[in-house]
């Protein structure tokens, strides 16, 4: 298995404050995800990185900020959590990209971490 | 407008009988397919893939088929076990440099039964 963790595991805060979900790779991987999973909606993705300090949008980007400061940690940081925002959050790295190379391709997920905005 | 679909919300089968899972898609870009297979309280784990430059992958127990033509794939397992029981989500790429971007479906509950 990919060594992928997610912090903390589960968290319940309130409306209004802010909120950072941490993941961690022991892979070297360079490109790293978040994605949200709700019912009926499968995963979508909110953003990735596709190396140290380069990050860009996924489909679900609004509400929500991250930042890779070094290759194993992609931190997602919630400003303002909203009840909406209440959902499982997962992460996951792929080796590259853009290689062509679809084995390398391949993304692996994290634990996954459940994260309630009441 | 959902790239990939997976028609069917559950599956039920009985053990020992092959489980048919499928996926619809509608971007001719997508080139590369997986499958992913998800337990409660747990994160996706990869099962299998293709490329679009084949038409079958085969692993053990499981087998992904891909019909270009028809903008469709498949998972089959076979012989179904109850471990096999979980959401299994089918997921594209593809489309030059947005290659890393994986669409999903809203996957397939299966349930085999002892």
Not at chain 1, 32 to 40: A, I, K, L
Not at chain 2, 19 to 25: H, M, T, V
């Amino acid at each position: 298995d990919a060594g992928i963790t997610q912090s903390p595991r589960h968290k319940v805060t309130e409306t209004g404050t802010p909120v950072t979900l941490r993941c961690h790779q022991t892979e070297n991987h360079r490109y790293m995800y978040w994605y949200r999973q709700d019912p009926g909606h499968g995963l979508r993705l909110i953003h990735y990185s596709y190396g140290v300090k380069d990050t860009d949008k996924g489909e679900v980007s609004d509400g929500y900020s991250v930042s890779r400061s070094k290759t194993e940690d992609f931190l997602l940081t919630l400003e303002s959590a909203t009840s909406s925002q209440t959902s499982v959050y997962f992460c996951a790295i792929s080796e590259s990209g853009t290689s062509g190379v679809p084995s390398t391709d391949t993304q692996y997920f994290g634990p996954g971490t459940r994260l309630t905005v009441l | 407008d959902q790239q990939v679909k997976q028609n069917s919300p559950s599956l039920s089968v009985q053990e020992g009988r092959i489980s048919i899972l499928n996926c619809d898609y509608t971007n001719s870009m997508f080139d590369y397919f997986l499958w992913y297979k998800k337990y409660p309280a747990e994160g996706p784990t990869f099962l299998i893939s293709i490329s679009s430059i084949k038409d079958k992958n085969e692993d053990g127990r499981f087998t992904v088929f891909l019909n270009k033509s028809a903008k469709h794939l498949s998972l089959h397992i076979v012989p179904s076990q109850p471990g096999d029981s979980a959401v299994y989500f089918c997921a594209a790429t593809g489309g030059g440099g947005s290659n890393y971007k994986l669409t999903f479906g809203k996957g397939t509950l299966l349930t085999v039964n002892p």
